[in-house]
């Protein structure tokens, strides 16, 4: 009972703090950038609906880049505590597992060639990519036995070099070179087109993964013990595998490859709030959230008045979470 309340406790803690930082991440990023528009003129201007280049800015830049990069952020962490539950692997990740760099790469493929693809159908070709990545990586991971430490091994190589070829494209092809800044993981041209495609698919991959919450959290007791408890296994990974490509796909094809999100967010969210997969997806989904909101907030000042893509500041966060997590779970992996 002590360790229900605790976690109960726990868990409205991390909400109203989680709440709070994002309330504060999005006030950042409505009013951050270069040009300066006052919260008083905003309400003025929009309660009297009258039209002006600051309240233009508001509503067709900063509003949807703020509520596109929170989506972004909690479809990724949401993706990556997903990989780590099925697969009982602290390295499991949309970017680890190769399902952001498949994803880029189709949608490199098809912008070149297809050109004449709407942006709205990109998201389907994303999809496949995401499989291909992450199938790929199993599939090299599976063969003579597969660990934990040969997944992450063959994961980062699989993203490394699917991130070459697709970098390749673009350079050997000049006509999409702007395609780069986006490949970086950015959402600094956010419309509400983006919000409007990756909504129903972020809405659909959400509700998954919480209908699977209490599976998942079985899940970490071994196989064998979901299986005597009667849980359908093969059912439920299918399903999960299905909400982590529509999450992963879905937020790659309005942003490119925002990397670490998914690595680092489940890892916090669990200490957070236990281990138990009804609250970890939930947390995680409103720390990628803040995590994203915040980053974009960074990468806006990083050259100011220029702005730097969201997924440098992850990579920079990420990167040294990855260390530490290699250095801590080292032994358990070999």
Known sequence: MTMRRTNKRSLVQTCICLTVLLAIGLWLSLFTGVAAIPLQTVLKQWSLAEP?????????????????????????????????????????????????AGASLVV?????????????????????????????VLGFASSRGMTNLKIAL???????????ITKGLI?????ISDVMFWLSGSISGATWADVRMILPWSVLGLALAAGLAGSLSVFRLG???????????????????????????????VAGAVGFI?????????????????????AS?????????YSDVVARLISFPFESPVGIVTALLGTPFFLYLARKKGRELV
């Open 154 to 164: 063959v994961g980062m190589a699989v993203h490394l070099l699917l991130t070459s």
């Open 285 to 293: 989904a409103w720390g990628g959230a803040v995590l994203v909101t």
């Open 52 to 100: 002006s280049k600051e309240l233009l800015i508001f509503q067709t830049i900063r509003l949807p880049r703020a509520v596109l990069g929170a989506l972004i952020g909690a479809n990724l962490a949401v993706a990556g505590a997903l990989m780590q539950a099925i697969t009982r692997n602290p390295f499991a990740s949309p970017q680890v597992f190769g399902v952001n």
């Open 171 to 175: 350079i050997y092809n000049e006509h």
């Open 262 to 282: 998914g690595l680092m967010i489940p890892h916090i969210a669990r200490k957070l709030v236990g281990t138990d997969y009804r609250a970890v997806i939930f």
């Open 108 to 136: 490199v493929l098809a912008i070149l060639f297809l050109p004449s693809i709407g942006s709205a159908n990109l998201i389907y070709f994303a999809f496949a990519g995401a499989i291909l990545g992450g199938f790929t």
């Open 223 to 253: 196989e064998e013990v979901a299986m005597g408890l009667g849980q359908k296994i093969v059912v439920v990974r299918l399903l999960a595998c299905a909400a982590i490509v529509i999450l992963g796909g879905a937020s790659v094809a």
